[in-house]
């Protein structure tokens, strides 16, 4: 079983820049893909972007070029780098993970095996 642990949420002000880390547990190495999803109060999980084990990366269109998704060179952690946060941003952000080797519907959350607790991020003045 992999477990995964997200840290580095927090509060911030609107304009700031926030970074996530989420770290997996020592069966990291089984896993094809990880990537980061989000959901906001009352509203649907929705996909960040993705990163595979080759480097490859995807970002839903809403957060290309103001999101950056990387991955460290052991597997096991990934990032989340959050620039010109607005109140919208506010949410629950969630890592999740996966060892199909199918990229079939990776934006769906229902692809994603694994997932950790969330850290809340606030962007409020």
């Known amino acids: 079983q992999v477990q995964l642990v997200e840290s580095g949420g927090g509060s911030v002000l609107p304009g700031s820049s926030l970074r996530l880390s989420c770290t997996a547990s020592?069966?990291?190495?089984?896993?094809?893909?990880m990537a980061w999803f989000r959901q906001a109060s009352g509203k649907e999980r929705e996909f960040v972007g993705v990163?595979?084990?080759?480097?490859?990366?995807y970002y839903s269109p809403s957060f290309q070029g103001r999101f950056t998704i990387s991955r460290d060179r052991a597997q096991k952690s990934i990032y989340l780098q959050m620039r010109g946060l607005q109140p919208d941003d506010t949410a629950v952000h969630f890592c999740?993970?996966?060892?199909?080797?199918?990229?079939?519907?990776?934006?769906?959350?229902?692809?994603?095996?694994?997932w950790g607790q969330g850290t809340q991020v606030t962007v409020s003045s």
């Open positions: 990163v595979g084990r080759s480097g490859n990366l």
């Open positions: 020592e069966r990291a190495f089984t896993l094809d893909r």
């Open positions: 999740a993970a996966s060892e199909e080797m199918s990229w079939t519907g990776y934006q769906s959350q229902e692809r994603y095996s694994y």
